[in-house]
């Protein structure tokens, strides 16, 4: 049982489809369909069911899918392993970032992954929540920072918290004392400066705001938190925004107060799930619980 044709195996299991699963793997349908009869043969029985426009496990495939996952997952953390042991690991990294992570562990774990792995080239790219998610399910970027979805993230991606946070209520120097909370009724009759629409935090605020029936109308939307702020400090109206925000570290300009109820949201590092992990995407992961001891959700 040879671990090309476990990938093999896995890969029709996931697409369902003897097509999709050579176009996955860069090799032609005929060698998929011989390697997986030869694996039948070993087994001996049938691992699919061939239908019309399909193919569906078996439960001999079933109870073999665990197990070809565990192998596939074990001979790639082996091959990290002694590549990171003989300094040879290379390859290309693309991660999604969202805005606001320089007070955050990002910069950190980047700089130290640079050290360690100075063979890996990381390409950053910036992007609103919702567009790095659809890139991360793609497979078009290897991992990404953002905010996830209310509603919460696929199946088919892996997650880890970054940070949890909170929507902050940001008004003119003088205006309110920063311990007297601002309850979202108020906060909807005044002048909002908040994400737009493309913004995965928005969302958040989106829902608060109709969970209480509340209409929320921004009339500046913008993601980039020091113009909103800035925008505050110039008295155009109140900003709703992300309290991890370093912009939002003292000023004289603005005051900062809590909002009532509290919107609450997190960011987080996801992945796409699948049988074998990148090495530069499984160091990344090592590093990340190696420093911060978040484990995998």
């Known amino acids: 049982m040879e671990l090309r044709?476990?990938?093999?195996?896995?890969?029709?299991?996931?697409?369902?489809?003897?097509?999709?699963?050579?176009?996955?793997?860069?090799?032609?349908q005929p060698a998929i369909s011989q390697q997986i009869r030869s694996l039948e043969r070993e087994l001996g029985e049938p691992l699919f069911e061939r239908l019309p426009r399909r193919v569906v496990l078996t439960s001999g495939g079933a109870a073999l899918l665990p197990h070809a996952r565990d192998c596939l997952a074990a001979a790639a953390a082996a091959a990290l392993?002694?590549?990171?042991?003989?300094?040879?690991?290379?390859?290309?990294?693309?991660?999604?970032?969202?805005?606001g992570l320089e007070g955050t562990r990002v910069p950190r774990l980047l700089g130290e992954y640079h050290r360690?792995?100075?063979?890996?080239?990381?390409?950053?790219?910036?992007?609103?929540?919702?567009?790095?998610?659809?890139a991360v399910r793609e497979g078009r970027l290897d991992a990404a920072?953002?905010?996830?979805?209310?509603?919460?993230?696929?199946?088919?991606?892996?997650?880890?918290?970054?940070?949890?946070?909170?929507?902050?209520?940001?008004?003119?120097?003088?205006?309110?004392?920063?311990?007297?909370?601002?309850?979202?009724?108020?906060?909807?009759?005044?002048?909002?400066?908040?994400?737009?629409p493309d913004s995965g935090v928005h969302a958040f605020i989106r829902d608060a705001f109709a969970a209480r029936a509340l209409r929320l109308d921004i009339a500046y939307a913008t993601n980039d938190v020091a113009l909103q702020v800035a925008l505050v400090a110039e008295r155009v109206g109140i900003a709703l925004t992300s309290h991890a925000s370093p912009v939002?570290?003292?000023?004289?300009?603005?005051?900062?107060?809590?909002?009532?109820?509290?919107?609450?949201?997190?960011?987080?590092?996801?992945?796409?799930?699948?049988?074998?992990?990148?090495?530069?995407?499984?160091?990344?992961?090592?590093?990340?619980?190696?420093?911060?001891?978040?484990?995998?959700?």
Not at 256 to 267: G, H, N, S, T
């Open 145 to 196: 920072v953002m905010a996830p979805p209310p509603q919460g993230l696929p199946a088919a991606v892996g997650s880890r918290t970054l940070l949890e946070d909170r929507i902050v209520a940001v008004l003119p120097a003088g205006s309110r004392a920063a311990n007297v909370p601002m309850p979202l009724a108020e906060a909807a009759r005044s002048t909002v400066i908040s994400y737009g």
């Open 5 to 28: 044709t476990l990938e093999y195996f896995v890969a029709v299991a996931e697409e369902g489809s003897f097509t999709k699963a050579a176009a996955r793997c860069h090799v032609v």
């Open 81 to 99: 392993e002694f590549a990171g042991r003989a300094g040879l690991l290379d390859g290309s990294l693309a991660l999604g970032t969202v805005g």
């Open 248 to 297: 939002l570290a003292t000023d004289p300009r603005f005051v900062v107060v809590p909002l009532e109820p509290a919107i609450r949201l997190r960011k987080v590092f996801v992945w796409r799930l699948g049988p074998r992990l990148g090495a530069p995407l499984r160091a990344f992961l090592d590093l990340w619980t190696e420093l911060s001891g978040i484990p995998a959700e």
């Open 116 to 134: 360690r792995y100075p063979g890996i080239s990381v390409r950053l790219i910036g992007a609103s929540s919702p567009s790095l998610l659809g």
